[in-house]
């Protein structure tokens, strides 16, 4: 199975995670580096979801706001990363998202889940009518398109009376779940929106694990091999832009939630440039390295920014700066880099042959 799989990389790295190797004496080596990625996923999403009872209401409230945001930068990074697409736009569905959670909330029901679903499906359809253009551009003219879609729903937001215009849109009820109370406490905001962004971190780790996202991949890395094996990279990279809009969708819909209150500076170009910083940052690809990225961003733009100053931007350019040049792979390729070295002298003490 190896010697076949090499045959069809044709010597080239092209296709380099699209096919997996099966090689029966590395799977039990490998086994070992699974389980220390379990248990570390486990203690972390553990830690987080102490945060409340520990941390008074204005840092559970900034942790919320840092998970909703990151939301976002998976998208983004779904994109970006695996993709190669990278993206200036997200902030748009992040938006679409977020208006319809609070119109939702205002009009029809203080359900959390609802508002959730809601905002899933505007980002959803929001992407599926701006990307059939954006898709068939690659590179930099990519770049610009997702700009101006960016851009376009921005200005339609500040001017739109429905969404409230450049005020912006208050007035949301506090959340509920499941026709229970009302959750005015902020950790409880916290344990929605920690419990959602753990469900997608999954199901975009599960997508971008499966076949279609080593087609992904493959098209990133060949585009002309994989059209000439039979795919079709235009449709490939259409349904990846649906689903990352959907998911911007979603995190646009938790950050009005924790909010109650949305307007046009909250999907501004800022926030897009943010959320690929982030990603460069954390390490494009990785998925969670982009959600470590997140985390620094906000803490620098919301926390540090007033005590140094306001001098945040200026820090987010040299922190950018400095992983440019000292870590290519961001902050996920420090870790990925260590578990590989110790895979392949596993590897290596199992088979010295």
Known sequence: MKAEAEEIRGGTPALKDSIPVVDTPAVGGADHPRRRRAVVTVGVVALLAAAPLVLAPYPVSAMTRMLAFAVLV????????????????????????????????????????????????????????????????RGIVFLMLTLAIGESVHQVADTWSVVGGSNGLAGMPPISLFGGPSLLAAGFVYWWVLAVAVL?????????????????????????????????????????????????????????????????????????????????????GSLWGPCLGAALVLLVRDNLSASIGGHGPLVLGVVFVAVVFLMPRGLAGLTGGRLRVVTRARRRKENPS
Do not use: K
């Open 74 to 137: 998976i998208g983004v990074d779904l994109l970006t990363g695996v993709t190669g697409l990278p993206s200036l736009g997200q902030a748009a569905y992040f938006g679409a998202g977020a208006y319809t959670a609070v119109l939702v909330g205002i009009h029809i029901t203080a359900d959390a889940l609802v508002q959730a679903l809601a905002g899933l499906v505007m980002g959803l359809v929001t992407a599926a009518v701006t990307g059939w253009v954006a898709v068939r551009a």
């Open 200 to 284: 997608v971190f999954a199901a975009v780790a599960l997508v971008a694990r499966s076949p279609y996202g080593r087609t992904l991949r493959g098209i990133r890395d060949n585009e002309a091999r994989m059209r000439a094996l039979g795919y079709r990279p235009a449709l490939a990279r259409y349904g990846v832009f649906c689903l990352a809009g959907a998911v911007a969708g979603i995190g646009g819909a938790l950050w009005a939630q924790q909010a109650r209150f949305f307007s046009p500076g909250d999907m501004a170009f800022e926030v897009a440039a943010l959320a690929l910083l982030s990603v460069v940052i954390g390490g494009a």
